[in-house]
């Protein structure tokens, strides 16, 4: 099984249309979860980071579902700047980090 | 300069070269990394050094050689490379956190050298 497992997509919306979708991992000893962003040909960035009770920033919201071991992330009100590859991020141990293959997201016009 | 700066951006190279890729992060942070990131796959970790020494390596080919001198720089040597070695390779540093390991806290990355090995 893979450490972190995305649906690749791609996710096509329209403007203002509100998107989600998860990621899974494996390692049930993780404590640490992320989204980062990643632009075509660009170096990720980080969106935001989950916590345990699900946090919002904006637009943006997470879910940790550690039962299930799984991550959500929802965009709302999406804009064409959304439009990106969304990366979720789990930690395996204090220095390694996994990353998904990513979700591509297109917003449209 | 700010952030984490990698040089060169591009690289070709032939399978007999040896090249050096150079990192350098300004943000005072104790880790850093080595990703290789190939098309339409997940960014693999390579190397890890905290506070310049190897913590991690995440079953490396030989002919990638990383180096450290101290915790701004870093190097990942490439010699006798294959061209499934082609590919964008990152770099990226964090700080520790309270709850541990860097792990825990934000990587902030380079933005790569995008090598090709003919």
């Known amino acids: 099984r893979k450490e972190v497992e995305q649906d690749p997509g791609p996710f096509n919306v329209p403007e203002g249309a509100t998107v989600a979708f998860n990621c899974t991992y494996s390692?049930?000893?993780?404590?640490?979860f992320f989204w980062y962003r990643q632009d075509c040909r660009k170096e990720p960035k980080l969106l935001m980071s989950v916590y345990s009770s699900g946090n919002e920033d904006g637009r943006f919201t997470a879910q940790l579902n550690r039962a299930s071991q799984y991550i959500s992330l929802l965009i709302r009100d999406s804009k064409l700047s959304d439009s990106a590859t969304y990366l979720c991020v789990v930690n395996q141990n204090d220095y390694k980090l996994s990353f998904g293959a990513g979700t591509t997201v297109t917003v449209r016009a | 300069e700010t952030g984490v700066t990698q040089t060169p951006r591009h690289l070709v190279m032939g399978m007999t070269n040896k090249k050096s890729l150079k990192c350098e992060q300004h943000l005072g942070h104790n880790a850093m990394y080595w990703y290789k990131q190939s098309a339409k796959k997940p960014l693999e970790l390579m190397f890890v050094y905290n506070f310049k020494e190897q913590t991690e390596n995440n079953s490396v080919p030989s002919r990638f050689s990383p180096e450290c001198p101290n915790s701004s720089h870093l190097f990942l040597h490439l010699h006798t490379l294959q061209p499934e070695d082609s590919a964008l390779y990152l770099c990226a540093s964090s700080q520790d956190s309270l709850a541990g390991g860097a792990s825990y806290n934000e990587q902030f990355f380079g933005p790569g050298t995008r090598l090709t090995v003919l």
């Open positions: 390692n049930s000893a993780s404590q640490s």
